[in-house]
């Protein structure tokens, strides 16, 4: 594996109204242990409208109050990666995309020349979508649909996505004590994207079907994607490091 989008949702990177520092650290200790093996790594990072509302207590039932509390939040989630990376000496850049940005060949040429010239010189792009003009990610989609384009648009071998559940199950493991975990899933297949979109914070806006929309695409463009939980890193660390896959699923290519 040469190239990696990890993708971390705001479910994981807050608690309790603010940011999970600690949650944040082991992203960050975990991120720096891939480049420690010549990985290439590009985050997407949810979490600017938490930031924001540690700063401003806003109703974040309002699309315009949470964009509002992006803008604040985005340089405050910034400042917090780049004080824990620098520990590793890693410099991190920062990217703010929208969906339209891969609808048209001119940006997203220029938008792949920034990071490839970033990734050549070893800085760790953090991606996150333009939560001020790009109001459907706030209602949405929690980044996951940008997370998987920004995989296939920018040349990643595998996309990561870091979630508050610890892997795709067979049925809804909050109702079903039966419910089974499976390690690989091949296709994805039309009832599996009926379900309800269930985020579990306030913050959050995404749920597993955001997450097996992003897996049905990358699979149809031949790309792998795993999902692990964002809580507990162990898992996430023995794949994504070790190359051994003792837990989370494998969305794979058949």
């Known amino acids: 594996m040469k190239r990696l989008v990890i993708k971390v ?18 992203l960050v200790d975990l991120i720096a242990a891939l480049k420690k093996q010549n990985i290439e790594v590009i985050l997407v990072s949810s979490g600017a409208v938490a930031a924001g509302f540690t700063s401003l207590k806003l ?22 990666y780049k ?16 969906a339209d940005d891969f609808d048209s060949r001119k940006r997203t040429a220029y938008a792949k020349g920034a990071i490839e010239i970033l990734l050549q010189n070893n800085v760790l792009p953090i991606i996150n979508e333009n939560d001020v003009t790009a109001t459907d990610e706030l209602l949405f989609g929690d980044n996951d649909q940008l997370a998987a384009h920004v995989t296939y648009h920018f040349n990643a071998n595998l996309l990561a996505i870091l979630t508050d559940i610890d892997g795709y199950y067979n049925k809804n493991p909050h109702q079903y004590d039966d419910a089974k ?4 899933v091949y296709e994805i297949h039309n009832e599996m994207l009926q379900g309800e979109q269930t985020p579990n914070t306030e913050f959050a806006t995404g749920g597993i079907v955001t997450k097996l929309k992003a897996a049905d695409f990358l699979l149809k463009h031949g790309i792998n994607m795993y999902l692990s939980s964002g809580f507990d890193l162990n898992y996430a660390y ?3 490091v070790n190359q051994n896959h003792v837990g989370g699923t494998l969305f794979k290519v058949q």
């Open 238 to 240: 023995e794949f994504l």
């Open 83 to 98: 004080e824990q990376f620098r520990q590793y000496d890693i410099t991190c850049a920062q990217m703010l995309l929208i």
């Open 59 to 80: 109703d974040k039932k309002s699309v315009t109050n949470r964009q509002a509390l992006a803008a604040i939040g985005q340089p405050l989630l910034m400042k917090h």
């Open 181 to 184: 975990l499976q390690k690989f």
């Open 9 to 26: 949702g705001s479910a994981v990177l807050t608690q309790e109204g603010t940011l999970a520092i600690k949650r944040l650290n082991n």
